[in-house]
């Protein structure tokens, strides 16, 4: 139902991001692409709301195309995965290291999409990338994860 409900479930069907619950901790896990690490999601408003395992020192990246989307959260950034042509990297907060930013450089564009609370912090990351790669950045009214993919497409693509 948390799949479902955040837009994460076609992301894990096609095998885009590898995704489990985990029955002790109650939570939905996100892993990143070589398995190292995870982050997960209580389903039981425990705290933290998200937790680390293992190493996620770099970004967790989900999709395919030249465009990386910059979330906070690893299921907007699945949610982002469904439409072609753009990658959604989550940075779990709304900081970036100096081994993430190496990673956001490989994309030919980027786009800044934090949510609506972090938006002054959204413009300095903006800043970090401009000079460098074409970089706009989206005011949002909503996370990407409460949007359906053709909500998601029309944002991106404006």
Do not use: M
Not at 34 to 54: E, I
Not at 110 to 136: C, P, S, Y
């Amino acid at each position: 139902n948390y799949l479902i409900k955040n837009n994460c479930l076609e992301a894990h069907e096609k095998n885009r991001i590898h995704i489990r619950y985990s029955v002790k901790e109650g939570r939905v896990l996100f892993f990143n692409s070589d398995q190292t690490g995870a982050t997960g999601r209580s389903l039981y408003n425990l705290k933290p709301k998200w937790k680390v395992f293992g190493d996620l020192s770099g970004l967790i990246t989900i999709g395919a195309g030249e465009t990386g989307v910059i979330v906070e959260d690893v299921a907007s950034a699945a949610a982002i995965s469904n439409i072609s042509g753009f990658f959604g990297c989550a940075i779990l907060g709304t900081n970036i290291s100096l081994q993430q930013r190496l990673q956001l450089f490989q994309f030919r564009e980027l786009i800044v999409a934090l949510d609506k609370d972090a938006a002054l912090k959204g413009l300095k990351i903006k800043k970090l990338f401009e000079n460098q790669v074409k970089t706009r950045f989206l005011f949002l009214e909503k996370d990407f994860k409460n949007l359906n993919n053709k909500q998601i497409n029309k944002i991106l693509r404006e």
